[in-house]
């Protein structure tokens, strides 16, 4: 069974960093793409960025282009979401995603997806 385990939210103050981690379990096949989304209370869970599965590829939806960085590393079966100058906007659940294909980009019920973990950014 494919299993997503969140981790690294928080709350912080704006202008903080925080490093999430989606930790993949059960993936029989290593060309799996991993993404990271996130979902404000009222709000309709949008992508934030997604690497392929050997790395080489990444992509950052505009709120946080230029302020996070997607990483992963297939040693230890974990993909990082590094956060910088987090604003309040930034405030939501984050949840991460596995599926098959180069960049999953949007939210396919089809996927695996993680728990969520929250970040809370405070003015």
């Known amino acids: 069974e494919v299993q997503l385990q969140a981790s690294g939210g928080g709350l912080v103050q704006a202008g903080w960093s925080l490093r999430a981690s989606c930790t993949v379990s059960?993936?029989?096949?290593?060309?799996?793409?991993i993404g990271w989304f996130r979902q404000a209370p009222g709000k309709e869970r949008e992508a934030v960025s997604c690497?392929?599965?050997?790395?080489?590829?990444?992509y950052y939806e505009d709120p946080g282009k230029g302020r996070f960085t997607i990483s992963r590393d297939n040693a230890k079966n974990t993909v990082y979401l590094q956060m910088n100058s987090l604003k309040p906007e930034d405030t939501a659940i984050y949840y991460c995603?596995?599926?098959?294909?180069?960049?999953?980009?949007?939210?396919?019920?089809?996927?695996?997806w993680g728990q969520g973990t929250q970040v809370t950014v405070s003015s």
């Open positions: 690497v392929s599965s050997s790395g080489a590829i990444t």
């Open positions: 059960g993936v029989t096949r290593d060309d799996y793409t």
């Open positions: 995603a596995a599926d098959l294909g180069v960049c999953i980009r949007r939210p396919l019920p089809t996927a695996y």
